[in-house]
């Protein structure tokens, strides 16, 4: 049997929605959360969607709040507490999770290279901050470094199974009695539906991934006489990915019909010996190829012939073939909390019989396939009823106890304790997590139960899998590695990362008349946002204006606004310094309005105390509003003078600005720039970083020959080249897919780098990003 196959499969997570009463207006972010549960509450509303407007005043999202959303996706808001920092509204709606993390970037990187990064930041949405890493990242993100909790061992048990367990099972709640009645059921009860089909990821027509699979051309009228025919393969892993090995079928009575080895068209990486028996020495004479077996089993099968397997979705996509009529034993034998026995349990526990015996080497196919069927068979005989009343899960239980000393504790107990990890989320659903990453970056991670891992030997290779690998796990953590800055260049590199926002926020403004009224072009300056500083430059031959402000977006409107206007009957100029930092600044502004995440998002300046409450008797601003982020001074704790509107799109996010930048309202205001986590880390600026805007820093020799000689291992070509590798494989993801980019920081005895997230779901009509 294929090694994953009681652990890999998607849980169809049908969680029953309630409706929430509408919350006040929340946090920092003073987040409208009336609204979205008004909004989750409406029956049109069928996808996945995030919200990340709770969060904290830095931005910042710690690793434990981000364990808390992982395990939400798995579980949601019935199982575990709902995570404290964003909302994930339909989360039953979600189809996979998958995690990239690109070890050794930090948000420095992100933003030093911004341009660079285009593809990744034009897909997510919602971007926010992450502490410095600890000495494992990974393991602190799914929960494992507190995953040991004192006194939290269960009490062992001994002894057989207890004698009245059967007359104690209360049938009516016993999750085959649940869906399937407790009177015997036909064959055609017993078929898979497109619907759940679809759930479960089988190969289906239609589907992106499953172009070149082929049709077993199998469409006559079922009954329920059909003809079963049991079907198991074997895998091993190429540089592809997983491939086939071999093949076996049986048809009802026990005959085996079909039984061949398959040899993979690409290099095999591992045979999987312990789970397939399949060794290189078997495989080295057989000619057989995928297509050859595709062809015999097409000719093999009847028009209404039913396949039968366990976990037979991985069977069908290693055959590249689509039927569809289909029975899964590990779903028939329903399980309860959406987990799956594995075929050696039911095996033994329905049938008497023993199979995958540990002094065999491997599995036997041909017998896998033939007790699958016999699975079929007594369901079929006996019914619902019967199989309820063996208790599968007490049988379940008592074996596992007996495998390892320990009692299983209580589920529910377990998962709403704070400390659970996702590990554990995923276990309780009978879900595996895939881990893809370097052999030498693998940590603790690759080692933990219940986790897939699959080590390569480079950046590259662990892409090729990811592309496989990653449509057949419901969660899978993939992770590159980059070289770091080193000290030197780090600290340079921040130095001029922050220099280039503050001189972008800088404008210089005139000439204008000696006689100018000074102190009413400062008011002029100063009505488009917060100033840090403003002084007189009297060097060039009439006086001019430099106004550094504290926002961006305050000095572009100044600069939309004010350049070209008369001024006591001169024409001004208004325009940043000049510089090799802001020689592109033009292009950066004009990226940074595109960002997906400044979408919908207006800025205003002039608001007063009461503009939040003033906001609110506005329904014509409310439609489509999220959040009303209102700045605070550090020092006395007192409001700004400006604020952020982030609305659902960037149509309501134009109609407001048109309004309150009219005649009633008259405040100042344009679309957003700066997203909130940059507003958060430009705050940590240091007094010594900043520089008299004009003066040139030269960047240090090596970086500019790297650059010149275009290294592919330059921090700015890898962010471009990854960028674009890694956006283009979230394009090839499937719709409901909850995704995040993770660059956790660098931390080294010289110093620590902040992190940054990237988040989004992607949604149906994403199947490309512009850019690519």
Request: aromatic fraction near 8%; glycine fraction near 6%.
């Amino acid at each position: 049997m294929e090694p994953e196959r009681e652990g890999t499969e998607r849980h169809p997570r049908k969680v029953r929605k309630r409706r929430q009463a509408p919350n006040k207006l929340v946090g920092a972010a003073e987040a409208m959360k009336a609204s979205w549960d008004l909004e989750e509450s409406q029956p049109e509303a069928k996808k996945a969607r995030l919200s990340t407007i709770l969060f904290t005043d830095n931005c910042e999202v710690t690793h434990d709040q981000l364990c808390e959303l992982l395990k939400y996706a798995v579980l949601g808001k019935f199982n575990v507490p709902k995570p404290s920092w964003c909302q994930l509204f339909h989360q039953n709606h979600l189809n996979n999770v998958v995690v990239f993390v690109l070890q050794g970037m930090s948000q420095l990187h992100f933003y030093r290279f911004y341009l660079e990064f285009g593809c990744l930041r034009k897909a997510f949405r919602h971007k926010f901050r992450l502490p410095p890493p600890s000495s494992d990242f990974l393991a602190d993100i799914v929960g494992l470094q507190t995953k040991q909790r004192a006194g939290d061992l269960p009490k062992t048990m001994e002894g057989p199974l207890p004698s009245n367990a059967k007359a104690t099972v209360n049938l009516q709640n016993d999750p085959i009695i649940q869906k399937y009645g407790s009177k015997k059921v036909g064959l055609t009860r017993c078929l898979l539906t497109k619907e759940e089909m679809r759930t479960f990821h089988f190969p289906l027509q239609g589907f992106p991934e499953c172009e070149n699979f082929l049709l077993t051309k199998c469409n006559g009228s079922i009954a329920d006489n059909s003809p079963l025919f049991g079907l198991d393969c074997e895998m091993c892993l190429t540089s592809k990915g997983r491939e086939l090995t071999r093949i076996s079928l049986v048809a009802e009575g026990g005959c085996c019909v079909m039984d061949e080895l398959v040899k993979p068209e690409n290099t095999i990486l591992d045979y999987l010996t312990s789970f397939s028996g399949i060794t290189k020495k078997i495989l080295n004479p057989v000619t057989t190829k995928l297509k050859d077996v595709q062809r015999q089993l097409k000719a093999l099968l009847p028009p209404d012939a039913v396949l039968v397997g366990h976990s037979l979705d991985l069977d069908l996509r290693a055959l590249k073939m689509i039927h569809p009529y289909v029975i899964d034993t590990s779903l028939l034998y329903v399980r309860e909390q959406g987990r799956r026995f594995k075929l050696k349990f039911l095996a033994k526990a329905i049938l008497g019989k023993d199979i995958q015996c540990p002094d065999r080497l491997g599995h036997d196919a041909t017998e896998d396939a033939r007790i699958i069927l016999e699975l079929a068979q007594y369901f079929l005989k006996y019914g619902p009823k019967k199989i309820a009343e063996l208790n599968l899960e007490a049988l379940a239980n008592h074996q596992e106890i007996q495998a390892t000393g320990q009692e299983p504790r209580n589920t529910t107990e377990v998962l709403q304790h704070p400390n659970t990890s996702v590990l554990e989320c995923l276990d309780s659903v009978g879900q595996k997590l895939l881990f893809l990453t370097r052999e030498i970056d693998a940590g603790e991670l690759a080692s933990s139960r219940n986790c897939q891992t699959i080590k390569c030997i480079s950046n590259k290779e662990v892409l090729e899998q990811a592309r496989v690998e990653i449509p057949l796990f419901p969660f899978s953590i993939v992770q590159f590695s980059f070289k770091a800055f080193s000290p030197i260049l780090t600290e340079e590199m921040n130095k001029r990362m922050r220099i280039k926002w503050t001189e972008i926020s800088t404008v210089y403004a005139g000439p204008f008349s000696k006689n100018c009224n000074l102190r009413a072009l400062k008011r002029l300056f100063k009505s488009f946002g917060p100033v840090q500083s403003m002084t007189f430059v009297l060097e060039t031959r009439q006086p001019h204006l430099c106004i550094q402000y504290e926002v961006l977006e305050a000095a572009q409107l100044a600069i939309e606004s004010l350049d070209g206007i008369l001024v006591d009957g001169t024409c001004i100029k208004v325009q940043r310094p000049v510089t090799e930092l802001t020689l592109d600044c033009e292009t950066l502004v004009n990226e940074l309005e595109g960002d997906s995440e400044n979408q919908g998002s207006i800025y205003l300046f002039g608001v007063s105390e009461t503009f939040k409450e003033q906001l609110l008797q506005e329904p014509r601003l409310f439609l489509g509003l999220e959040a009303v982020i209102l700045p605070k001074d550090l020092k006395n704790g007192k409001q700004k003078k400006y604020c952020f509107l982030k609305f659902k799109s960037f149509g309501s996010a134009q109609r407001a600005l048109n309004i309150l930048t009219g005649k009633e309202w008259k405040l100042k205001g344009r679309h957003a720039l700066t997203p909130r986590h940059l507003h958060a880390w430009l705050r940590g600026l240091p007094p010594e970083s900043r520089r008299p805007a004009g003066l040139r820093v030269v960047p240090p020799p090596f970086e500019q020959e790297a650059l010149q000689t275009l290294e592919l291992d330059h921090p700015k070509i890898a962010a471009w080249r990854w960028g674009r590798k890694i956006g283009k494989l979230y394009s090839s993801l499937c719709p409901g897919t909850l995704c995040l980019i993770l660059l956790p920081g660098t931390k080294s005895t010289h110093g620590s780098l902040p992190g940054l997230g990237l988040m989004g779901i992607k949604e149906e009509e994403e199947s490309t990003i512009s850019g690519l």
